[in-house]
């Protein structure tokens, strides 16, 4: 899973002629907004009840298709419930995942990653042991696996995901932080007169925080991810709440009949997994002192 | 120093391998629906209960459990499967071939497109060519293989359907192999219209797998092409007559190439725990469908004997990889 | 006395060679240093790479810990005294490093930079005091501004000094701090070091690989090679008559802008 | 009578704009040795870098001439330009630690071109490696043949590159700085040898250095270069004896000399570099009038 996403690391190194412009962080941001209010609004901006079936009105085409009904804006699937309706309701989810699940990952597996790579010694071996472990799991079963274990609902889903995705956010952490530790101006600050939990705070962490702000906007995206497939393997909430997930894997099922049950989620997903990842990189791009 | 390095990775590969090995099993035994509840049929009794749990050895303590799981392991009896009642080695191994193949033809994919868009940025650099195949790059590596996947399913399935995207071969073929290597065989064989069919089948999870992986080997081939090709020893080389393309392979590559080359061996891991949800969307019968059948079904030693073969699979992975780097590189060869 | 050092060794693991198991053996890189630095003094520390000399620097403001043998600052014994009793006297010895690139935290603006160890001593008035220091070292004060990447090579070594004097110290190290530069900026560079000794009344060691820079600022030179000092003579007495093989070997080796000069 | 290297009016300039040489002339015959000195930026490594062409691809020639054994090398096509270079000239770079591949053996790495761009046999190619090691002063040819670059000291390997340079018998040698990564004992010992084979094999050879001291060396001409322009262009021993630009003359006064106290280590006068920005800017305004 996300293999595309675990490789941070080079992301630093990406060719010198990328677009400066701010406009993808405008693009990025504009969508994330718009799902954050349409996420917020859902209850009172939802042309339909989300779990309302009408059998009579099933799999209804989208406004523009011959045959489709007012008030069902992108149709509706197999059970008649309508789709744009579902959507706003499983953004809510898949947005509360991502920023809980991201931050409280980004702060467990960083906060281990810069003791890691700045104290070393025995913290670091078993740190890198536990990271070795980790490697050695397949990242989609493992999420599967302790679902499974845990339960359902939302509360597991962010476990599964900090359980699973923390080794991210320690590995580029601690390696960056390594890196940082052999430069002259934290020999500086130790010839200042700063002490060493003081030096990794004041000095390091400034240094790493483009680096971690990078990674939180990937992990969300990921986050966002990660919740789709445990729906899309029917374990994440109850099962008739609409998720995104749930309600691509229904459209699989039907995607010859109703393809606008599987396109429109599809979509959604495509476009805020992107934001994601490009958010971190367009506020790096925009904010870094050393790029700017 | 090459045994000495070999004979630390393997001691530290076992020391992960007991590590996945435990942490497997307390995740398991912590699991709160009784499996055995779940097997028993309609009106069983306290008596048929205790007689499953001791038939399964869920009376023992925890402890006595691993090692009798941990001593059967070794001798290579994961137990029998609770939904399939067969044994999970058995299982396990017949589908291991599937998913093999589906990830190694994936990788192959990921190698030649990534390695040919790292070689043409890297001779077309500074152009609109390198831009438009960075702005690709960050794209394809910013979606997940799960996306792809659903991608190609409508593009390939339903608008063009040109490709199979449910199954592992067609059910009308006659298969009569003796292994589940049907790729392999298929081609020791001649048949090629099941070789073709199964390519067929295959093409769309795999590129799926593949698309990201792609996207970043270019990405960072492409850099460290860039970066030896302003090293003192290839400027030196442009100078001795040498044409930019022999230049680029023969001076620039071997050197890019050993960076490139542990970053695959990771990301190749990745790709393989991609494949547990990409058969699941494309219907594959391989081991990560499997997989999360156990899951659902709770069937506590297929899932043992499925994450146990995945993390030993990874681990070798790794190791081998370590060890290419080794030989490949005069420095720590020589030390 | 500012400095009383003697038989000082330091040795560092080798991990290239480590056995599995067990410690790595030890490589020795200073090997029994003894010499004295009277205060408001200037003393060179020359050699060529792998002498040890930036490894003596730094063990001298406590950056590395000796393995064995003593420095005493001022009278004090600090070989092997803890972070918490260092700290007040930390202020008193102040260090410029070699590649200002990497001594100045990138995200971090100069102002800060300068600032930040006087807030750590207590010291009150800092933005103050970063911008007389930056004007000390003949920058403008709108530098306090900027970031290190927007500065040129010469700009940010002042910059180091800046954060040196700034704490008001009795002694710097200056570790090869003109090495990178330019001749005309190297020229500058010194110059401001000379005239801020002079007038801060300051001790200083200066550690280089080139005895011509040497020349001008020291009065006392060390000279090392392999750990080992070889020769320790006050400058005029060592470029007039060296005692010591290698001190002469480096001396007739550098190569003066004459073509009269003996070089074969 | 053309000489061996003639550069005439070369101009470089960055792809958006900047100028980085402004028409530069220089010529340098069989035997002799050109030094080009200035400070960083000053250009003079771009000048070596325009005759072997191997700019940074952000830059490029605007206009002017380079011949080298009688032909403009700019009036030929890239691969026709690049097969000339690579017989006739060659190159001893700055740094000794990367200028050899670190994942290949040094007798492959000096007989490679030989065999593979000049068409001589294996042996052969593997007789003049070996004798072009003993003739840089290598003790154990064979063994270092067969050794991996970091397995030899900087000294080492700088040899190693000083003979590969010479390999083909080139009649034109650019060194680009090529002992400023070096300790002075084994500057001293380098500069010794590229002069001693410079002599032997009757090369034009040009020096780039930041080091006046270096120049007075090995030099027999020199051109000293300000912000891509030729200052002063002289004769070695008259040079020193009496620079004629000021500027000249406050970068000789700013290098380092321990044999005279009083000398030494003088800022270039903001006055002088008042006079070279107002040359600059006339010839500016000359070039594009």
């Not at chain 4, 003639?6 to 402004?22: H, K, Q, T, Y």
């Amino acid at each position: 899973m996300l293999c595309s996403i675990q490789s941070y690391a080079m992301r630093d190194t990406r060719s010198e002629i990328r677009p400066k412009l701010g406009i993808r962080l405008w693009l990025c941001g504009g969508w994330l907004f718009c799902l954050v209010l349409g996420a917020l609004f859902a209850p009172w901006i939802s042309p339909q009840d989300p779990l309302a079936q009408d059998l009579f009105a099933a799999r209804l085409p989208p406004f523009w298709v011959a045959g489709s009904e007012p008030g069902f804006w992108l149709g509706t699937d197999s059970l008649g419930r309508d789709v744009l309706s579902r959507m706003l309701h499983g953004a809510r989810l898949a947005l509360i995942v991502a920023f809980i699940a991201g931050t409280l990952t980004c702060l467990i597996g960083s906060t281990l990653g810069i003791f890691a790579g700045y104290y070393q010694g025995w913290a670091d071996r078993v740190i890198s042991r536990f990271i070795d472990i980790w490697m050695a799991f397949p990242p989609v079963l493992f999420a599967i696996l302790l679902i499974a274990v845990i339960g359902t609902g939302m509360t597991s889903i962010i476990i599964a995901i900090i359980i699973i995705d923390w080794t991210r956010f320690t590995r580029v952490v601690r390696a960056e932080t390594m890196s940082q530790s052999v430069m002259d101006y934290i020999a500086s600050a130790q010839v200042a007169g700063r002490g060493k939990f003081s030096t990794m705070v004041s000095e390091i962490l400034p240094n790493l925080l483009p680096t971690i702000v990078v990674l939180l906007s990937l992990e969300m995206g990921i986050a966002v991810i990660v919740e789709a497939i445990l729906s899309f393997v029917n374990l994440s909430i109850s099962t008739d709440s609409p998720t995104w997930g749930g309600m691509i894997a229904e459209g699989r099922i039907s995607i010859h009949q109703a393809w606008w049950v599987l396109v429109f989620p599809l979509i959604a997903l495509f476009l805020t997994v992107l934001s994601f990842s490009q958010f971190g990189e367009g506020l790096k791009d925009r904010f870094d002192p050393v790029l700017r | 120093m090459l045994s000495r390095i070999l004979f630390t990775r393997l001691l530290s590969t076992a020391v992960t391998l007991m590590g996945v090995a435990v942490i497997v099993f307390v995740i398991i035994r912590v699991v709160p629906g009784n499996p055995i509840a779940m097997m028993l049929p309609p009106g069983a009794t306290d008596a048929d209960i205790e007689r499953l749990k001791a038939f399964y050895g869920f009376d023992k303590s925890i402890l006595e459990q691993f090692i009798v799981w941990l001593a059967n392991v070794l001798q290579g009896d994961f137990g029998n499967s609770i939904s399939l009642r067969q044994p999970v080695s058995s299982l396990v191994l017949g589908r291991l071939p599937a998913t093999l193949e589906l990830s190694i033809f994936a990788l192959l994919m990921a190698v030649l497109i990534g390695g040919g868009l790292a070689l043409i940025g890297t001779r077309s650099r500074g152009t609109a060519t390198e831009a438009a195949i960075d702005v690709t790059n960050g794209m394809a590596l910013s979606i997940p293989d799960f996306l792809w996947g659903l991608f190609f399913i409508l593009m390939f399935g339903v608008l063009l359907p040109i490709f199979h995207i449910s199954g592992r071969i067609s059910p009308s073929l006659n298969l009569d192999f003796s292994t589940n290597f049907y790729l392999v065989e298929s081609l020791l064989r001649l048949r090629f219209d099941i070789f073709m069919d199964l390519i067929g089948h295959m093409f769309m999870p795999a590129l799926a797998l593949a698309i990201p992986l792609a996207a970043i080997i270019a990405q960072l081939l492409k850099q460290s092409l860039k970066e030896s090709m302003n090293l003192d020893y290839v400027t030196l080389a442009r100078t001795k007559g040498y044409s930019e393309y022999q230049v680029i392979i023969k001076e620039a590559l071997p050197n890019a190439v050993l960076p490139t080359l542990t970053l695959v061996g990771v990301q190749f891991t990745f790709l393989i725990g991609g494949t547990v949800i990409i058969e699941r969307l494309f219907s594959y019968e391989g081991l990560g469908n499997m997989a999360i059948d156990a899951v659902i079904n709770r069937d506590l030693p297929l899932i043992q004997g499925i994450v146990i073969l995945f993390a030993a699979l990874f681990t070798v992975i790794n190791l081998v990889v370590d060890m290419m780097y080794v030989v490949l590189n005069p420095k720590l060869r020589h030390a | 006395m500012m400095y009383e050092v003697r038989d000082l060794q330091l040795s560092l693991p080798d991990m290239v060679r480590k056995p599995l198991l067990g410690p790595a053996p030890k490589i020795d890189i200073l090997k029994g240093i003894s010499f004295d630095l009277p205060k408001k003094s200037v003393l060179g520390i020359v050699g060529g790479s792998g002498s040890g000399k930036s490894t003596l620097g730094r063990t001298m403001v406590r950056l590395l810990e000796p393995s064995a043998g003593h420095i005493k600052f001022d009278g004090q014994d600090v070989s092997h005294m803890g972070e918490e009793k260092l700290r007040p006297l930390r202020r008193r010895f102040q260090m410029i490093f070699q590649d200002p690139m990497s001594s100045l935290n990138p995200r971090q603006r100069i102002g800060r930079i300068i600032a930040a160890p006087l807030e750590l001593h207590g010291w009150d008035n800092v933005a103050q005091r970063a911008i007389e220091a930056l004007v000390m070292v003949g920058l403008p004060e709108s530098f306090a501004k900027r970031y290190p990447h927007e500065l040129s090579g010469g700009q940010r070594q002042r910059v180091g000094i800046a954060r040196a004097i700034a704490l008001q110290p009795e002694f710097i190290l200056a570790d090869e701090i003109v090495s990178g530069l330019d001749v005309s900026s190297q020229a500058q560079v010194l110059i401001l070091l000379e005239d801020l000794v002079r007038e801060l009344d300051l001790t200083l060691a200066f550690v280089s690989h080139d005895l011509s820079v040497v020349r001008r600022l020291c009065d006392q030179v060390i000279v090392m090679r392999e750990g080992l000092i070889v020769e320790n003579a006050p400058t005029a007495t060592l470029f007039t008559s060296p005692q010591d093989d290698y001190t002469k070997e480096l001396l007739a080796a550098i190569p003066l802008p004459d073509p009269d000069q003996p070089f074969n | 009578m053309i000489a061996y290297l003639s550069i005439r009016n070369l101009s470089v300039s960055l792809s958006n704009g900047p100028e980085i040489l402004r028409s530069i002339s220089l010529d340098v015959d069989a035997g002799e040795v050109h030094g080009l000195v200035g400070e960083s930026g000053a250009g003079k490594s771009i000048i070596g870098k325009s005759v072997l062409g191997i700019l940074p691809r952000a830059m490029g020639i605007t206009s002017g001439e380079i011949w080298l054994d009688g032909v403009n090398l700019l009036s030929l096509s890239v691969a026709q330009r690049r097969r000339r270079i690579g017989a006739l000239a060659a190159l001893i770079p700055q740094d000794p630690l990367t200028a050899l591949n670190p994942s290949r053996r040094i007798g492959p790495q000096i007989t490679r071109r030989l065999v593979g761009i000049l068409g001589w046999s294996k042996s052969a190619a593997q007789a003049r490696a070996l004798e072009l090691l003993k003739e840089v002063h290598i003790e154990n040819p064979e063994h270092v043949m067969r050794s991996y670059p970091h397995e030899l000291s900087g000294g080492m390997r700088q040899r190693v590159l000083i003979a590969s340079a010479f390999a083909a018998e080139p009649k034109l040698i650019i060194a680009d700085e090529p002992t400023t990564a070096l300790d002075v004992t084994v500057q001293k010992q380098i500069l010794r040898l590229v002069g001693e084979m410079q002599a032997r094999h009757r090369t034009a050879l040009l020096f780039v250095t930041h080091d006046l001291g270096v120049v007075s060396k090995v030099c027999d001409h020199l051109s000293v270069l300000y912000a891509g322009m030729i200052v002063e262009k002289s004769q070695m021993r008259s040079f020193f004896a009496a620079p004629s630009h000021p500027y000249s003359r406050a970068l000789l006064a700013a290098s380092p000399k321990y044999d005279d106290l009083s000398g030494g280590l003088v800022p270039v006068p903001q006055a002088v570099i008042d006079q070279l920005d107002g040359e600059i800017t006339a010839f500016d305004k000359g070039s594009r009038t």
